[in-house]
């Protein structure tokens, strides 16, 4: 990864995640599988909507996975255009995929007990699926895809705010690798990000409130 170019002093990036599935992705592990929201998925994301009201984004950004595009025009409004980004997909579950914990440890035992031993190693890879090392490096390379984008519509070193939305993996990786800081980014959370010479966190998880506490 590439030094973080210069976007201006006024630059910010929110990351949001996009909001729970069909087939519940708050209690399974859905990586690939390409899901659509549920109706409690689509309400936090309004609620995120109403959060940033007539904000201006310079540049939008998603997964190529349906939940986190929808999630995306439903913040931003169906006309407005979203770059997608298929660095940005969540990482491979592989033997995993689909399955809640419990689940997976009556299913692949031992693969779970590795799991739960060398879960946040960097080497550590899902069986028959992709290594954190691999996962991390290609969210870099999609996050260096964006900041190039988002170059080349600065205007007189102002680069204005940038939204990308996307999954856990993608925006704990990214804010990670910014600033230092690993937000718990539940569903539907928010994370801001400001350039000030430096990244930092402005703030981190931010949970909008659904229109009259509906969820």
Known sequence: MQETPNLGVTAKLVL??????????????????D?????????QME???????????????SSPLQRA???????VGQNHPVMIVDDFAEIDFGLF????AEEIRERYPEHFAQWNKR???????????????AFNSR?????????RSWLERCIDGLAGTTLIVAHR????????HLTGLEPQSELGSVQILALEGNWRAEKLDIIAEPLNGRK
């Not at 949001?16 to 599988?33: A, M, P």
């Not at 595009?69 to 913040?75: L, T, Y």
């Not at 969210?139 to 900041?147: I, S």
Request: charged residues 25%.
């Open 139 to 147: 969210v870099l390379r999609g996050l260096e895809q964006v900041f």
């Open 69 to 75: 595009f929808q999630s995306a025009k439903i913040i």
């Open 169 to 176: 993996g993608v925006v704990r990786t990214i804010t990670k």
């Open 35 to 43: 899901l659509p929201l549920a109706p409690v998925g689509i309400t």
């Open 97 to 100: 995929e689909g399955l809640s």
């Open 119 to 133: 879960r946040f190693d960097l080497d550590y890879c899902y069986p028959e699926g992709e290594s954190r090392t």
């Open 16 to 33: 949001v995640r996009h909001g729970e599935t069909v087939g519940n992705s708050s209690l399974r592990y859905y990586g690939r599988s």
């Open 47 to 61: 609620a995120v909507a109403r959060l940033f009201g007539k904000e201006r984004f310079e540049l939008v950004c």
